[in-house]
């Protein structure tokens, strides 16, 4: 388990960022592709801090959240 606050990084190239969810019970939603192939990144416990409608691998998308 990383500490609360740790920097969480986008696993590939993605669009359309979203977040799912209240309190610490947050998801952020992130469409990648690789390849050709489309997937979905589900970022759980996450607070998103990246603010642009796509992100590049390896940028910080957001912060970890406490667990509860």
């Not at 969480?8 to 190239?13: L, M, S, T």
């Not at 607070?47 to 390896?58: A, W």
């Amino acid at each position: 388990k990383e500490p609360n606050g740790s920097k969480v990084y986008a696993i590939a190239d993605g669009t359309g960022i979203t977040t799912k969810g209240s309190g610490t019970n947050i998801a952020v939603v992130v469409t990648h592709e690789v390849g050709g192939i489309k997937f979905l990144g589900i970022y759980g416990h996450v607070t998103l801090t990246h603010t642009k409608s796509t992100i590049r691998k390896g940028e910080v998308l957001g912060k970890i959240l406490d667990y509860g």
